[in-house]
C-alpha cells in the first residue's frame, strides 16, 4: 500500500536513506497500524530497514510532529525509559511526517513492570525550576498549554483544567450547572495538592502509549510531555483500567508518594476527562459531574 503515503512524503524519505546509508534506496511496503485517530501511520519497509512513519496534514496540526518529536528527545536524553529513536521529521507540501525506528513488540519479561515503575521513577527525578515547558505541544489532537508557573495549583488551574473548559463553553457541550461547578471546585484547590518539585512528565501514559521494546521492556511513545505534579502521571495511569499491581507497589517502594494520593486521583483526572469530553463527546462529562458533586 506504498500508493497511501503522499508522493512528496516517500520522494523525502528515499532522499534521507540514501544520504544516510550511502546506499540505492527502495522502499517496498507500507502496513498501515490500527487505532490511529490523528494521523495516518504504519511499517515501512526498505530496502535498508524496516521504520515506522507517521503523517497529517500541518494545516490542521500545526507543528504537532516536530513538537512530539521535541517530547520524544526530551525523554530519551533523560536516559530513564525506552522510546523510538526518531530518524527524521519534515513538512513538504501539505502535509507533516516523521520517520523513527520500528519497534518490534515482544513477549514482556516477567518484571516488566517493575521495569516500567523503576524507569518512570528516574523519569519523575528529572526536574526543572518551574511547572510547565518553554512551549506547548499536543494532547491528542488538542493544543496543551504550558506556560511555565512556580506554583502547581496555578498551572494546572490555569493551564490545564480553564483552557479545556473553555473549549466546552465555547462548543456548547456542557451545562453551566457543571461550568459553575468546576469554577467553584478550582477556587478551592489551591491547598489540596503536596508540595514537590516539578518533574517530568511523559503527560498522556495510558496503556495505548506503552509497548513492549523487542528486549520485552516498556517503551514510551505518544508523549505530551511537560514538567509536573508527578502524582498526574500516577492518576492518568489509573483512568482506562489502570496497569498491573506490580507497578503501584514497585513505584512507591522507589519514589513513594504522599499520603492521601488515592483521594486525589480524581482531581487529577478532571484534566484527561475534559479532554476527552472535548475530543469524543459529552458523555465523558458525566464521570466529571459525579467528581465536582464528591468534592463539594
Known sequence: ML???????????VDFLKRTTEQKVELQRFVFASGGCINHGGQLSAT???????WNLQSQFPHMLK????????LRNS?????PEVLMTGAVGDFQFVLMEYVESRRRTEDYWVELATGLAALHKHSSPYFGLEYDNYI????????PMQSWPDFFVSNRLEPQLKMLVDSNKIEPGLVRALKALCGRLSNFFP??????????????????????????????VYYGHREAELAFTKLFGGFESQFYEAY???????????QRVEIYNLYPLLVHANLFGPSYLSEVNRI???FK
Open 3 to 13: 500508493n497511501q503515503i503522499p508522493q512528496p512524503i516517500q520522494n523525502r524519505i
Open 252 to 262: 512507591m517502594s522507589i519514589f513513594p508518594l504522599n499520603a492521601g494520593f488515592e
Open 140 to 147: 491528542g489532537s488538542l493544543a496543551q498549554i504550558n506556560l
Open 67 to 74: 513538537l512530539e518529536t521535541r517530547g520524544l528527545n526530551l
Open 79 to 83: 536516559k530513564t525509559m525506552q522510546t
Open 48 to 54: 535498508s530497514g524496516t521504520y515506522f512513519l507517521k
Open 292 to 294: 465536582t458533586n464528591h
Open 195 to 224: 508540595e514537590e518539585a516539578p518533574a517530568l512528565l511523559h503527560g498522556d501514559l495510558w496503556s495505548g502509549n506503552l509497548l513492549v521494546g523487542e528486549d520485552g521492556k516498556p517503551c514510551l511513545i505518544d508523549p505530551a
